[in-house]
């Protein structure tokens, strides 16, 4: 039915993260795969975001996902239907993917022929954060329900992310307590040169500067001119 | 102005953290310490549940709270004006509690004179679950808006509580894809003694049920006759 596959990946051996982050980002400069570490919390929206952002790059940018889960399937099923090629990483019950791990999926996925690979991190607003995967750059999803309280609680998710999609915007009415001016302000409290859009993946309200966003960074990169993010350990 | 203090924890040395938990149980148990992990992903509503919660058990239930974050002080402030007192205790940037860090903070604390002790988590739905803490019961939240999957994608979470509260039910018509009996099912099949309650923080829709739960707990643990939870490691 379905020909994504299961990459069991395992934690890496290398005692220092940030250099194997640093070796690999240099690896998929030279071959050309421009990656992207999405982060959120559980629920937040990151495989709605993405089979949106899918169905609107359709024809213009070839997108590739890595799914990481701790268990489970479904995330990988929705993105292959979606359009986008797609495989499922499981972390043997690990937190989050280190630099090593995220290698481990490339080399078996294949990314050659793609644009734009999306590693979708594992649901978790901490150890993500503390973990290089070598992508070129960080993004993270907050999404309304959860709060505009956020950065002032998890700050490093905020200091390693150049950008921010504050996600179910659609909700906002039923969230009055949620005050948008105050998260943008949080979260360049934490991170000035963190970019914030506000979207919603079930309506579409915002995609266009995301998916814009997006553009930008692949031609930037394909151009070889874009810096490598800064990595906070704390 | 306030007169909570923030206790700075350590990891543990202890290489072995299920026997410290059943160690610290053994203790709580001897001194009549009522202790309840709680556990969500960020901004599923562990605190608001809380303060709610302190408020409808006033006069009745002596509450007292440590909320365990990574840094910020916000939730302690918050629960010590709904009345009860509290504790805010700092990880450091570990992304969970171990049980010896539990009992750094209890003995800080001071916990003789209440009925019921809650230690508000980190907000991740992975690491928590997998260090028992040492706690008696321990209770999950999942909100509405994060979705009736996240019992497939976080397995050991619901393996290791006895009770999932479903919060942000008033919120159910703009979430109109979170199916009520779906999620139960999910929860059941990861763990059918997990108890299930439908509630609403903001509105108060269910809390009757949760406020009962937690008097038959109390009445339960000082007949001497609850039985400690069992802890999954996977």
Known sequence: MSDYRIIEVKQ???????????????????????????????????TTTLKRTIAELAGS????????DIDGEVDAAAIEQAGAKAIQIHTGGMCHL???????GIREFGTKDLDLVILENVGNLVCPAEFDTGAMRNVMILSVPEGD??????????KNCQ???????DVLAAFDDFDCEKVEQRIHF?????????????????????????????????????????????
């Not at 040169?193 to 930008?216: H, M, N, P, R």
């Not at 692949?218 to 350990?233: L, R, T």
């Open 61 to 68: 940018v070839k997108i590739g996902v890595m799914e990481a």
């Open 149 to 158: 309280d956020k950065p002032l609680k998890y700050p490093l998710m905020f």
């Open 163 to 169: 950008l921010a999609l504050i996600n179910k915007c």
């Open 190 to 234: 934490r991170n000035p040169d963190c970019k914030v859009i506000f979207i919603s993946a079930k309506t579409g309200e915002g995609f266009d500067e995301w998916t814009d966003t997006l553009k930008d960074w692949i031609a930037e990169f394909k151009s070889g001119s874009m810096k490598p993010p800064v990595h906070h350990d704390i």
């Open 98 to 104: 280190d630099a090593d791990m995220t290698r481990q």
């Open 12 to 46: 890496s051996v290398f005692a220092d993260n940030n250099a194997d982050a640093a070796k690999l980002r240099n690896e998929l400069k030279e071959e050309g795969t421009f990656l992207i570490n999405l982060m959120s919390s559980p629920g937040a929206g990151k």
